[in-house]
């Protein structure tokens, strides 16, 4: 199911429970997976409950035609994440569709857990040497492959640095590695602050971004 780019400026809301579908099928665009069309649907679902049970603010981007074309989530710390419980339930119903037994969906990707732990590893450290950057992080941007070039990325960035902003936050810092298009954070004038190569997966560098708000 390819997502339609319908023309027009977008424009940007919060993200509500009701995206969680068409969010995942940008997710299955970008990311595909071995598990097949079904499978392959479901899984991306229960990886962005993942996501969300991280974060505590989210920002969609629309076109005129009402079609989602991008998603950033963020946790800010800035509030506490009260829809936690909420994913964590919406996971588990997901989950509830794969037969019984299965590890489908229970086991966190070999490349994410490394990067679950760099992120962990980053703020800890930066919040020892106080870097602004371990204020906030964006756990998760993406873009509908229809919208590509159209500055919708650009837009959920901005936009949530100044959401950032506003809370108070002083920066913030973000996970990626080369499956993504890193150049992307090099334009926007984020700050590489470590590339280390993947322990997991040969060829694969991951990455932590940042910005000094």
Known sequence: ??????????????????????????????????????????????????????????????????????????????????????????????????????????????VEAEELALSQRFRAAADASGRPEAAAEFKLLIVSPAARGLGVGGGLVSRGEDHLAQTGATGYYLITDDTCDVGFYDHLGLSRLVAEASAVEPGINLYVYGKEL
């Open 1 to 110: 199911m390819a997502l339609q780019h319908q023309g027009g400026s977008p424009t940007y809301r919060p993200f509500e429970e009701e995206d969680l579908e068409v969010a995942a099928e940008l997710f299955y665009q970008q990311w595909g997976t071995e598990a097949g069309e079904r499978l392959g649907r479901l899984d991306a679902q229960v990886n962005l409950c993942n996501y969300l049970m991280d974060a505590d603010w989210g920002l969609v981007a629309e076109g005129a035609g009402g079609e989602l074309l991008g998603v950033l989530l963020a946790e800010t710390g800035s509030q506490p994440a009260a829809a936690l419980g909420a994913w964590r339930t919406r996971r588990e119903e997901l989950l509830a569709q794969v037969a019984p037994g299965a590890t489908f969906g229970r086991e966190v990707c070999r």
